[in-house]
């Protein structure tokens, strides 16, 4: 089961509590809640059993950007027989709400994964549609990544996202924590 919390319902239970962020490492280097510690979503089933111990000792709760990613992590976690909080509206929710970020020194602005997601489809979509009377049938391209983001709502899933989640920018940054940081730091 998983139990929601408000920005003003996290604040205060920050050093009782495990948050897991799960979105990229570009994203989470860009600005993450203080005491965040990285996991990304793709990297979860890794994590369980660090997971699993972390949440004996102490609630765990999951964050991403806006919820669904955090989301989609929650039942995963859920379903592996851990109970979990999540942040209503996630990162943004917190930063809206005045609350201070920290940031890995020399890290960049990242897009977040859903806009990127956004994006590349978009640009598809409209390349497939543009190009279409040169080269018949590249409309089909389009009505495939349509299908693909219908496939994505549907199921909580998004493959396009998986991808882009694995470029450069994405990733951990040399300097910045690593899966096995985080693992280490679930540990004590």
Avoid: K
Avoid at 32 to 39: C, E, K, R, W, Y
């Amino acid at each position: 089961m998983t139990t929601p919390l408000t920005v003003e319902q996290l604040r205060p239970r920050l050093e009782q509590l495990t948050l897991i962020d799960v979105r990229s490492p570009g994203e989470y280097a860009a600005g993450h809640i203080p005491g965040a510690l990285n996991i990304p979503l793709d990297l979860l089933d890794r994590a369980l059993p660090a997971l699993r111990d972390a949440a004996a000792r102490n609630e765990l709760a999951v964050v991403c950007a806006a919820g669904p990613r955090a989301a989609t992590a929650c039942r995963r976690l859920t379903d592996a027989g851990i109970p979990t909080l999540t942040l209503t509206g996630g990162t943004n929710a917190w930063a809206g709400a005045g609350r201070p970020l920290d940031r890995i020194p020399g890290a960049r602005a990242v897009w977040p994964l859903d806009r990127q997601v956004r994006l590349v489809a978009g640009s598809l979509v409209l390349a497939a549609l543009l190009a279409d009377p040169a080269l018949p049938g590249t409309r089909w391209i389009g009505a495939a990544v349509g299908a693909g983001l219908a496939f994505s709502a549907l199921t909580g899933t998004c493959a396009m996202g998986s991808a882009l989640a694995r470029l450069p920018y994405n990733r951990p940054r040399p300097d910045g924590p690593t899966l096995e940081d985080t693992l280490a730091a679930l540990g004590r």
